[in-house]
């Protein structure tokens, strides 16, 4: 009879062994990894070598100005690359790209061609390369596809480089409705950069003339945990949410902060290397790992790169460290909360811009005049944020990431920007010492020698505030709120379209100036100043993790959005909808359209866990506590059959103890569990989604924690043995 109760508790113990027996797995590439850099890419060298000129100059003009290729030339290109392709060892190709679900989507489809009997051939032409159309009808729509019509198309972004995965070459695509409507994250992001590089570069004009295209760029840092395979397969909440909904903290958490930065686990250091050179090879600079701050938790992060192509390389890493982690019996866990009581994962966005002539906008100059441009988009940056602090948190909002915001570990939901003190002082002197009216020359003088200062003041700039959300790190700003399994395009759609919006208002007021007569210098110095004035409430310096400031945010009248379907609420603003409209990146009905995706992505990730919280509860954790309670029941009633009621209830009163204490957790789990899911009944009849998103928040999820209360404190008064979900610190502390 034990033995059948005991199954699932005797999986996780054989899960426990299966740990202790694993080797480091050490794969061996031959030669130096600087040989396979971009070994698997399409990338313009191998163009030049593949392709007639002609074909390759237009594929150059295509990649830098996003002109169209002709028929002829697609075919050209397409055969180049089929042939390439070949030589690594494809099969097939398929259209990669982002749709709605946050991850990225693939079909492959054959080379291979039957051409007659017993003969066939490798085709691949323009029409395969530039368009197709996915039978991809189950994707997250919004509304925008009717089923019936089932009509999406997949085309080809020849600004991001073909690239071969195992036996397929993979084509990066945006992916839109027949109507042209975007359902992906890469159409929107590829018109914010669009719209950024034209605002950028007309402000730019100001300070030099050679300036005619400017990128963003981002430095993504990926956090992460590993979890040994054979206990994540006893987990079926990580396997279905990717976080466990129960478990009690170790004993030993991350108090003693010897994780971070600490010595890596052979056996991680085997698969990181494994990812690390596969990353190479897709041409992904990956050149910084460590531990983080966590116990099992990593940290990998490239080179910075152009805006698209750093996002399509960080979607591409995500995949690769699920496929290259099973290799070596790990999980990985991109999900921001897996393990509550221990840190969770985030994903810092880097993010500058950076012009044709090799400036980076956001670097301090050397001179007045370059000081004064960085000065220009630095103060533009800040007044971006100021304007739609409430845009960049719903940008990062999400089901996981609710539960790491302002969670003493992560920036709080409250959105400001920590600029460091020597730039707030100087940001505070320009906005003394611009004078009203007239400035006489002695005034500019002044001023210009102010400005010049600032690289000087920059260089023993050292602190930095690990607690804002927004933080200038000395040449770049760093997003720090976006949560680790987010597709950066979301935040960066949001920050470059809010920044491209900025540039033009404040294009607009300096020539506006210059109209007016006023000299140039003086119209951008008089213009920053007012910016410096509306902006300052959202620049914070202080914890960002305090009460303190979350009291200190209110009295500035900041947004504090602590959940995400109050987040979500921001996209069906009249305002954001005319921004992203008159950006020309979103259209009115493709924003709605976006909001009710994630409404639905809240509800359905919330449904999830509240289902799989009632079956754990009823399947494995009940079951555990009934037979341990049995086994003191039988030892009660032994004591006291052979002591007598009244000697043999004294002699058992420990047990006892135990049975009523276990009784009353258990009864408390279970009908908070009983409320929750009738709770979610309810919640399912609602049909507006954002309705429906806002009662599982407030109504379903607020029993979540209460049930786990009363489960962590079973999983420490249970015997271990009879335990069935692997405890954290097994998850956490073994390799
Ligand atoms: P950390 O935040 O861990 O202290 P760093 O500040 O050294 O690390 O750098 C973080 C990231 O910033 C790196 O990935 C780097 O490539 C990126 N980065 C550096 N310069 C820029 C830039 N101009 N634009 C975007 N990202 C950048
Ligand atoms: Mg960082």
Redesign the pocket.
Known sequence: MHKILNFMATKRLQAYQDVLNRTPKHIEYDGKVSDLFGKNVFHTEIMREYLPSDAYKSMIESIQNGTRLDRKMADQVASAMKDWALTKGATHYTHWFQPLTGTTAEKHDAFFKPVGPGRAIERFDGDLLVQQEPDASSFPNGGIRNTFEARGYTAWDPSSPAFVIGKTLCIPTIFISYTGESLDYKMPLLKALHAVDQAAVEVCQYFDKNVDKVNA?????QEYFLVDQSLFNCRPDLMMTGRALFGHAPAKGQQLDDHYFGSIPERVTAFMREFETEAILLGIPVT?RHNEVAPNQFEC????EECNLANDHNLLLMDILEKVARKHDFRVLLHEKPFAGVNGSGK?N???L?TNTGV?L?APGKNPKTNLQFLTFFVNTIKAIHDNADLLRACIASAGNDHRLGANEAPPAIISTFIGTQLSSALDELEKSVKAGKMTPEDKTELKLNIGKIPQIMLDNTDRNRTSPFAF?G??F?FRAVGSSANCAHAMIVLNTIMAKQLKDFKKSVDARIDKDEAKDEAILKELQQLIKDSKKIRFEGNGYGDEWVKEAAKRGLSNLKDTPRALKIWSDKKVAKLFNDMNVLTPRELEARQEIEFESYILKMQIEARLMGDLVQTHIIPAVVEYQNRLVQNIQGIIAIMGDKAGRTAAQSQLQLVEKISMHLNKMKSTCDTMLQARKEANKIEHAEEKALAYCDKVKVYFDEIRYNADKLELLVDDELWPLPKFREMLFTR
């Open positions: 760029t981002l430095g993504w840092e910084t992060a490239p080179i910075f810092h880097n993010w500058s950076s980076n956001l790190t040449n770049k760093e």
